[in-house]
């Protein structure tokens, strides 16, 4: 435990202080900016994969021809300066801000607005390509292990560690099936590499994940079919252009979850579907926080996978070649569960239950692809950092088990239920306790929040 004369208990870190932040990707790139827009303490961002720094896999490893979800004036780093990514595209000749740019541009912006930052931070920012494997509280500092580098210390510790790979789902036997049959991470492995027009393709999921595989199956000149199977067979819903903004709540609905469900649905009829999704958007979080543990299980068991295709959408662009697939009958969406897998000449034969019936059906794959989106529970991860703070307490799971239990405050809630003011977590990882923090509006909002309470600022005091 720290010393009660060190600052942080205070809740903030003084000039001379040192923030060491772990993870590079975009929550960890935004609160290193952060804490030098507003005059905060010198910091350090550790990343183990350089490739990442600044972009993360969302926006690092996207296909030029892969969009975002989110037109472009909604899509500035920064909650105090929404228009600047629109002014960053200006410079660049590119999209005005009613477009869905690519997703390689957003990280070519993330990456251009580091690269000024690190420019003028001089030795206020310091960027290490390194791994952390563990890391320790002193009696008046935080010590962090690295992999290759000597260990550091810091005043307090950020942990922004984006999402964890998913699990391997139900009845899909690895170690049995032939090498290159099964791709777990899609963003690593190339999943279209060596198919054929005579080949199959299972994508388990059928959410963003699924959307982006499938797109870059179709770029890579694959003909040949694919399944997209999950629980319900739903898939992202799509912007439409030129709709009006939904006028969003001002509070959260003092109501149980069945009547919200119930209110929702008949201001879809009333309104449609968009602006009565949109309108909950600016209260989701507080209506989050409102509830306990078994509410929010009851939502996570009947209303995400409804609530994840309708808030995330596609582009128009992405669902007209979306649809076209399915038109075409090379792309099919089904609701259903995997029940096992067996190795065949020419893949591995799936064998899948559809929902709500009994037939078993059974389709001959020659690749099948891990699509059921990041995971969180740290209890079953095999991450060695992860690992590492959980055995030694200084984190636990939240009550859902989405990600690391955190206060109001992003702070990390150890073992013995107490938030420690030198270790704060942002970003995925903290869906447990606000849910609505995947997306880059709760995102920069976070890391702003934060970087502003540690420099103890009330104003920015640098510009971008």
């Known amino acids: 435990m720290m010393h009660a004369s060190n600052p942080v208990v205070a809740g903030y870190l003084p000039p001379d202080s040192h923030v060491a932040i772990v993870g590079g990707g975009f929550s960890g790139t935004l609160m290193a900016i952060n804490l030098f827009r ?19 896999i969302a926006y690092g490893a996207a296909q030029p021809d892969q969009l975002l979800n989110v037109r472009a004036a909604g899509m500035s780093a920064f909650p105090d300066d929404p228009d600047h990514f629109a002014r960053w595209l200006r410079t660049q000749g590119d999209a005005p801000p009613a477009a869905f740019v690519a997703r390689s541009t957003y990280g070519a ?14 030795d206020r920012l310091t960027i290490v390509a390194d791994e952390v494997s563990a890391i320790e509280r002193t009696p008046t500092q935080m010590r962090l292990t690295l992999a290759a580098g000597e260990p550091m210390t810091a005043d307090a510790v950020v942990l922004t560690l984006g999402n964890l790979p998913p699990h391997v789902p139900p009845g899909i036997d690895v170690a049995a099936l032939p090498a290159g049959v099964y791709v777990d991470d899609p963003w690593a492995i190339d999943p279209a590499a060596g198919l054929t027009p005579d080949d199959s393709v299972v994508l388990i999921g059928s959410g963003l994940t699924a959307i982006d595989v499938a797109l870059h199956l179709d770029s890579s000149g694959f003909t040949g079919p694919i399944l997209a199977l999950s629980r319900r067979g739903l898939s992202p819903r799509r912007h439409v252009d030129g709709s009006p903004p939904a006028a969003g709540l001002s509070d959260p609905p003092d109501l149980p979850l069945s009547q919200l469900v119930a209110d929702v649905r008949a201001d879809a009829a009333r309104q449609g579907w968009r602006a009565a999704v949109d309108a909950l958007r600016p209260v989701t979080q507080r209506w989050w926080e409102r509830q306990d543990d078994a509410t929010r299980a009851r939502f996570l068991r009947h209303c995400r996978p409804f609530w994840d295709v309708h808030r995330h959408r596609l582009a128009p662009a992405v669902a007209d070649r979306i649809d076209r697939l399915m038109a075409s009958g090379q792309l099919t969406f089904a609701a259903g569960k995997t029940i096992d897998t067996m190795p065949a000449t020419d893949g591995a034969r799936l064998r899948w239950r559809p929902r709500h ?12 692809v891990n699509c059921t989106g ?7 991860t095999a991450e060695p950092l992860l690992r590492q703070m959980v055995a030694t307490g200084m984190v636990r799971p939240d009550g859902l088990r989405l990600g690391i239990d955190v206060d109001a405050g992003s702070r990390v809630i150890d073992r013995d239920g107490i938030a420690r003011p030198d270790l704060h977590c942002i970003g ?3 869906r447990g306790s606000f ?7 709760d995102i920069r909002r976070q890391c702003a929040d934060l970087a502003r309470r540690l420099s103890n600022a009330h104003w920015m005091t640098e510009g971008l």
């Open 38 to 56: 507003y005059g905060g303490p010198r910091t350090t961002l550790i990343e183990r994969a350089p490739r990442r720094l600044a972009r993360g």
């Open 109 to 122: 912006y993330l990456r251009a607005t580091l690269s000024e930052v690190r420019e003028r931070a001089g």
């Open 357 to 368: 019936g009994d037939l078993v059906r059974a389709i001959t794959a020659r690749r099948i």
């Open 374 to 380: 990041p995971q969180g529970d740290v209890l079953r």
């Open 428 to 430: 995925p990882m903290t």
């Open 435 to 441: 849910w609505e923090i995947v997306a880059v509006p």
